[in-house]
């Protein structure tokens, strides 16, 4: 197959991580016959600095022409004092909005020789397999109203049952692939919004009669993420409520460095990107883990490119460079099986 995908790179460690997901692509595009085609553009703070802009009409075009989007991270101080249009994070916003990119999805696996990083005891970690769905462009944080005034303020939280559809869809979907269960959370003894939610999942799981779904009030699934997240497999919630789930589920498995995530839409276009931001404290220095954005890559095979198989040969291939002790200087574990970005981008490479 013959593959665009438009690479942002980013600002800080954004270059260092794309770079070595870069590398892994083009060894799986050779071992499986692909072509696939890097375009890189300007994002972020990267692009405030040569375009005055943290998302330019050049970056949106090449992106439209693309079967997909790789993308490192955004921001530093250097632009922290911006005004609020000329903030990197802008740039993010307005591409998932651009591409109207409603889906987050945002896989947590425990890896076995890293359960020692996780804040979590090593028993309660260690079966973790999940994946949070977040609906991504509706709710309270595009609601309207939204004002303030010196009294009052008021935000508002709308969802339509299209929105719902589409976002509970995806995650039938996701869980027929996985392990069949949806855990549906909202807020439905308080919320309206959150009433209908649980109308339409009701209403829709009649469609996937083999998939196993159970709801959650969000308040109960906070504490269960923490005592039991094993227990979860497909989490589907909108988008408050899923921006602060994924967060904690973000700090279970102990490293920022290791998580992928995926925002698509239902042709399967999609933005690919680490959850981590642009560690600006270490950015340079050529020791940032890119396990996320390479996994990210590997993401964006299975989601937009239906590479299944290649998919999970990078995903194994990162698995057995962990098994065999080899990691970056994020992971606390001592010295000796402590590498480079490239370093250990190489051992990837040798297992693929
Ligand atoms: P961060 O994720 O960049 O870093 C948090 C800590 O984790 C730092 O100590 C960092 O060194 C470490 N870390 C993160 N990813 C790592 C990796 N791959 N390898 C090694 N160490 C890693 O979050 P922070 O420090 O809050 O934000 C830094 C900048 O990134 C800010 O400007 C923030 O706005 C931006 N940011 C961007 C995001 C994005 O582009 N999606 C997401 C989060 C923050
Ligand atoms: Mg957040």
């Known amino acids: 197959m013959e593959k665009r995908v438009a690479v942002l790179q980013g600002d800080g460690i954004g270059p260092e991580v794309t770079e070595a997901a870069v590398r892994v692509l083009e060894v799986v595009a050779r071992r499986f016959n692909h072509t696939f085609q890097f375009d890189f553009a300007s994002i972020g703070g990267e692009a405030i600095d040569k375009f005055n802009h943290p998302l330019p009409e050049e970056t949106i075009a090449i992106c439209e022409s693309s079967d997909a989007i790789l993308l490192g991270a955004v921001g530093g101080p250097k632009w922290d004092q911006n005004p609020s249009e000329l903030r990197p994070e802008k740039g993010l916003l307005a591409i998932r909005k651009h591409f109207d990119l409603f889906a987050n999805l ?14 979590l005891k090593e028993d309660v970690v260690k079966n973790v397999d999940m994946m949070i769905v977040r609906e991504l462009t509706g709710g309270i944080y595009f609601g309207e109203p939204s004002r303030k005034t010196a009294k009052s303020a008021v935000d508002t939280l709308v969802y339509t049952r299209e929105e ?8 039938f979907e996701l869980a027929r692939l996985r392990r069949g269960k949806v855990t549906s959370v909202d807020k439905a003894n308080v919320l309206q919004s959150s009433k209908l939610w649980h109308e339409v999942v009701e209403e829709m799981k009649k469609g996937y009669p083999d998939v196993e779904v159970e709801h959650q009030l969000v308040d109960s699934a906070a504490m269960k993420l923490i005592t039991n997240p094993g227990s979860f497999d497909v989490v589907v919630t909108e ?5 602060i789930l994924s967060d904690e589920a973000s700090v279970i498995t102990g490293s920022l460095g290791l998580l992928p995530s995926a925002s698509v839409r239902s042709d399967g276009f999609g933005l690919y990107e680490p959850v981590h931001g642009s560690a600006p ?3 340079g220095k050529g020791i940032a883990n890119p396990a996320a954005a390479i996994l990210s ?4 095979l299975r989601y937009s490119f239906g590479m299944e198989t290649e998919a999970a040969t990078i995903e194994k291939a990162v698995e057995t460079v962990f098994e065999d002790g080899h990691f970056t200087s994020d992971l606390s574990v001592e010295d000796g099986r402590v590498h480079s970005t490239k370093e250990w981008t190489d051992k990837v490479i040798g297992e693929l």
């Open 106 to 119: 945002r896989p947590v696996k425990a890896v076995p020789s890293l359960l020692h990083a996780s804040p």
């Open 164 to 171: 719902i559809e589409r976002i509970v869809e995806k995650a």
């Open 239 to 243: 988008n408050m409520f899923g921006d």
């Open 281 to 283: 404290d270490v950015a």
């Open 297 to 300: 890559a590997a993401m964006m």
